[in-house]
């Protein structure tokens, strides 16, 4: 049996040997800023390292071109994390103190916001610190990580779990950049659901009798309302009825988005297409069905108005956050041994041009203190808690919450920084988030307390003896004997479906006037979906 200490100090050592090479990794994928659906080259980059450090990875994953799933070991317990690297549209911005949309794009191109560029590369940097002290010490234990694309519409995870792929997992952990440095307790988040509205109108002829008309002039006849009224109805009636789809409480959200159409030079004829996204989150799976309810009503009504059917294409569901005590004490432990992060000169004085160019008083430490300071899970849930309605046990909405129902699963949040506000109530534009998002002084920091961390919590539960079997204990009396346990929640997806990639998501194209956004062509037919 390995000594736990010196499987955990040669994890440690190998991320100190490994720090530049994963830094200019994560650089690399927030200079791709590939939105949803659409990251090719940032798959390709992690399937490239990933099998270069000796894991087998199936690309294309659960039927989605940018996902995968890598492995390596062949015994043990299975112990998993997940990387994201989507980029969100209308954040471009470069890496200077000042506002400036990536040369050469329409300024409302993708940028990373949280960044999932950092959370991908902590992610990675502790899976191969981990497989590199196992393979030194003779661990035996198999590792497993997601490459998991479109987390801002929480599109592949579900997938993932529908299919199979989170099936016999032993332990999950996971993290992501805040602004603090805690672990998840309690309080974890809720449930969101995302699906694309389609409006056809395929027979604008039969709107009027042409015979009631003395001329033939297609010109001339009524035209019928057609899909773009069907989609402007959608949109009012939700935004009345809104009010009357759950009581203000629960901090629920309700979200809507215009997909793109190619109907615009098509002049005086019925729009024949169009789409609208909505995307909601709260608390629970009960009051998710009630808003869909509400919203099914509202298509089949708009489309009976305009001479249009109505369809959806599910572009995700999940459930809500398991806790796992268990695994959120041996994580925290990990954290409190590892630190918080510390800011070099470089960014403490990026941070004061940005309030310099904003027109403030340059800080002496830019910076909130949280993001330099540990908070305990406990003081994390406290302050979450204020916000919350007393029967709320949820709130907002991630979907790592996937991983939570098929083993026990922590959720780390570390650092990444956050400019100190010179007056409460100031709001720092949102350029300046991005900006300090792409500089890696501002984020290793942050992104190497996670990697170290995951990587010394998965090292303690492949060695430390009880350490994982608490866990497991604890997973099982909460879902009520474990997966398809009494208390258990499966996925709710079901396994043969159709991942969403197809529909109208931008991404980058190169065209004879450079690279620019375009909108795809659907798999099957016009891509609209179930009719509602």
């Not at 994928?29 to 990875?57: C, D, H, K, N, Q």
């Not at 690309?59 to 043990?76: C, I, L, N």
């Not at 506002?99 to 902590?122: C, F, I, K, M, Q």
């Not at 650092?415 to 900006?435: E, F």
């Amino acid at each position: 049996m390995s000594d736990p200490n010196a499987v955990r100090q040669s994890a440690l050592d190998w991320i100190t040997r490994n720090e530049a090479r994963l830094s200019a990794f994560n650089e690399r994928i927030w200079g791709y800023a590939e939105p949803a659906w659409r990251e090719y080259r940032s798959m390709a980059a992690y399937a490239e390292i990933l099998r270069e450090e000796g894991f087998t990875v199936e690309e294309g994953s659960g039927e989605m071109p940018t996902a995968f799933a890598a492995r390596w070991g062949d015994s043990g317990p299975v112990l998993a994390g997940f990387s994201e690297y989507d980029a969100v549209p209308g954040n471009s911005q470069q890496v200077v103190p000042y506002p400036a949309p990536r040369e050469g794009l329409h300024p409302y191109t993708a940028g990373h916001t949280d960044p999932h560029s950092v959370l991908g590369t902590a992610s990675l940097t502790a899976m191969l610190a981990t497989k590199a002290a196992f393979a030194q010490h003779g661990v035996k234990a198999r590792l497993k990580l997601f490459g998991e694309p479109a987390e801002k519409v929480c599109g592949s995870k579900p997938i993932h779990a529908a299919k199979g792929y989170f099936d016999g997992l032993d332990a999950a952990v996971v993290w992501h950049p805040w602004p603090s440095n805690t672990v998840t307790g309690d309080i974890h988040f809720g449930a969101y659901w995302s699906a694309v509205i389609t409006f056809e109108c395929d027979n604008p002829e039969g709107w009027v009798d042409p015979s009631l008309m003395p001329t033939q002039a297609a010109h001339a006849v009524a035209r019928c309302p057609g899909s773009l009224d069907a989609m402007c109805l959608m949109y009012t009636t939700t935004k009345y009825t809104k009010e009357a789809m759950f009581p203000h409480s629960g901090s629920w959200t309700l979200n809507e988005f215009v997909l793109g159409d190619g109907g615009a030079t098509s002049d005086n004829l019925a729009p024949r297409f169009s789409q609208i996204q909505y995307s909601w989150r709260s608390s629970s799976l009960a009051i998710q069905e009630q808003i869909w309810r509400v919203l099914a009503n509202n298509a089949r009504s708009a489309a009976m108005a305009t001479g249009c059917k109505a369809y959806v294409r599910w572009v995700t569901k999940t459930r809500v956050g398991l806790p796992n005590t268990a695994l959120t004490a041996l994580t925290w432990e990990n954290l409190q041994a590892v630190g918080a992060p510390t800011y070099s000169e470089e960014a403490l004085a990026f941070g004061r041009e940005i309030q310099k160019n904003l027109g403030l008083e340059p800080m002496q430490n830019p910076f909130i203190p949280t993001v330099t300071t540990l908070t305990t899970p406990e003081e994390n849930d406290k302050g979450l808690r204020r916000t919350l309605a007393g029967w709320q046990t949820h709130l907002s909405a991630d979907d790592y919450v996937e991983y939570s129902w098929h083993c026990p699963t922590v959720r780390l949040l570390a650092a990444r920084p956050r400019l100190r506000a010179p007056s409460p109530g100031y709001a720092y534009p949102n350029w300046s988030y991005l900006a300090l998002g792409g500089l890696p002084a501002a984020v290793d920091p942050g992104m190497f307390v996670a990697g170290r961390t995951m990587a010394l919590t998965m090292v303690d539960l492949a060695t430390k003896p009880g350490a994982l079997e608490a866990c497991q204990a604890e997973f099982r009396d909460r879902t009520g004997g474990g997966v398809g346990g009494t208390e258990w929640v499966g996925p709710l997806l079901p396994a043969d479906f159709d991942p969403p990639v197809d529909l109208r998501w931008p991404e980058y194209v190169s065209t004879p006037r450079g690279e620019e956004w375009t909108f795809p062509t659907p798999r099957n037919g016009t891509g609209a979906g179930e009719p509602i």
